[in-house]
């Protein structure tokens, strides 16, 4: 296969968003590496198993996300979450589907995903969020410390960037993902 720019999409190869991206990803020429911590559930071909030393690193960025998502009974899902860090930590641009809802006045990425966006944030990451409920893009404004609404279509700039998101795709999810590489690569 015929890669674009050594372009790399990062993800976590759930069943999903993270296999939409993946899709996507293979379909225009992009390579792939699905992060997954030991697991025989996961069955993408760009699995990339983390170490024990890897996961106790993805721990560590998951109890810091936690401090500003503050959520409970969390170390049921710290292999999950823990791979999210490696997503996050590998590229330069997050891009995830999924549902925004709104906590203190600020607007706060829905579900299991929040803990990745969280983690792009705190390492000043750029992150796009498309709320698959409104059909809408969404940046995450430093200066605002709140998702803002975009104007246009998102085009992935970096080489290396992550594709993740809901588990419960729609169909308007889908179709931003299959956009979102149409813009970028045709």
Not at 2 to 15: Q, R
Not at 26 to 40: I, R
Not at 65 to 79: G, P
Not at 124 to 138: E, G, L, P, T
Request: proline fraction near 1%; hydrophobic fraction near 35%.
């Amino acid at each position: 296969m015929k890669l674009i720019n050594h372009y790399t999409c990062y993800s976590g190869g759930a069943e999903g968003a993270d296999s939409y991206f993946e899709f996507f990803a293979e379909k225009f020429h992009v390579s792939v590496v699905a992060y997954s911590y030991k697991t025989k559930h996961h069955k993408s071909e760009n699995k990339h198993e983390l170490t024990d030393d890897q996961f106790k690193e993805g721990v560590e960025n998951v109890m810091k996300a936690n401090e500003v998502l503050k959520r409970s009974k969390i170390n049921q899902y710290l292999k999950f979450l823990s791979r999210n860090w490696f997503q996050v930590k590998s590229a330069d641009e997050i891009y995830a589907v999924s549902s925004l809802k709104k906590v203190n006045e600020r607007l706060q990425v829905k579900g299991g995903t929040a803990w990745a966006i969280q983690m792009a944030i705190n390492t000043n990451k750029k992150v796009f969020v498309y709320n698959q409920d409104i059909a809408q893009w969404f940046y995450w404004d430093f200066n605002q410390q709140n998702f803002i609404e975009l104007k246009y279509q998102p085009k992935i700039t970096s080489h290396h960037f992550a594709g993740i998101g809901t588990r419960n795709i729609n169909i308007f999810g889908i179709n931003a993902i299959e956009e979102l590489f149409k813009n970028t690569f045709e």
